[in-house]
């Protein structure tokens, strides 16, 4: 009788193997011909690539109003719909971003999203806690006097963890160094409360210093980007993005 009984079971297992190998076969093939969902063509902006002469004739103020109304429709969550493989087409053989932002590495900070900026629109530098070294400097430098960009724009964040990190006396490794670029913030923030990481007040307020820091420190340490600045060829802004929301706030300088 043992025999009959894993006879029965085999068949059994067989039956089963064939029909879940025939439903996947099924699944498989529903999705390959399901069509893919695609925006409508009219609702798909393929922003024109800037030339030399278009970028030239943008003013600094032109690419700051930009950049609010960008972000405005992030906040609305109505980003522009783009057609990304066309803009890379078009933006191969040359480049004339209006602006270099520098940002933090910051994951939950994505540049070109929260401004709604296409490709070969922005240049973007990204450091934890967006300070400026001469790498960074030599990268606003080719922007800005190389490339014709119109503006430099210092983006900091709430809840910055290289921040808090900063106001921790954190050592370690290689960011022990990092961090040590950030600290001028502490120092020039004029706060009476707890000055701990566990303030979110006091975290944004030496965020906002760290942004003006480091704006004063492109003004020192470049007499190239200084000069374009005094004959108004760029401006230097700083702006602070706002996780909660979703908004940046622009500084005034």
Do not use: W
Not at 144 to 149: D, L, M, P, T
Not at 183 to 196: F, H, L, Q
């Amino acid at each position: 009788m043992k025999t009959p009984i894993k006879l029965f079971m085999l068949m059994s297992m067989t039956v089963c193997m064939i029909a879940c190998n025939d439903q996947a076969k099924k699944t498989e093939t529903e999705s390959i011909e399901t069509p893919l969902t695609k925006i409508p063509e009219e609702n798909v902006l393929v922003e024109k690539v800037l030339t030399a002469e278009e970028q030239a004739e943008l003013t600094p103020d032109q690419v700051i109003k930009l950049f609010k109304e960008g972000n405005q429709r992030f906040v609305n969550n109505d980003l522009t719909a783009r057609d990304h493989s066309a803009q890379v087409r078009k933006s191969t053989k040359a480049q004339f971003p209006k602006a270099i932002v520098l940002s933090c590495v910051d994951s939950r900070v994505p540049v070109e999203d929260v401004l709604d900026r296409g490709i070969g629109d922005i240049f973007v530098a990204r450091v934890a806690g967006n300070f400026v070294n001469e790498d960074i400097l030599g990268s606003m430098e080719f922007a800005c006097k190389v490339s014709g960009s119109k503006l430099i724009l210092v983006m900091g964040h709430e809840y910055c963890g290289a921040v808090k990190a900063a106001i921790d006396d954190v050592k370690l490794g290689n960011i022990t160094n990092m961090l040590a670029k950030i600290r001028p913030a502490i120092e020039m923030t004029d706060y009476t409360g707890d000055r701990s990481s566990g303030n979110p007040e006091f975290v944004h307020l030496v965020c906002k210093s760290n942004v003006k820091n480091n704006i004063s420190q492109i003004r020192e340490r470049s007499p190239i980007l200084k000069e374009m600045q005094d004959k108004g060829e760029i401006k230097i802004l700083g702006a602070v993005y706002d996780m909660d929301t979703g908004k940046i706030a622009f500084l005034e300088n």
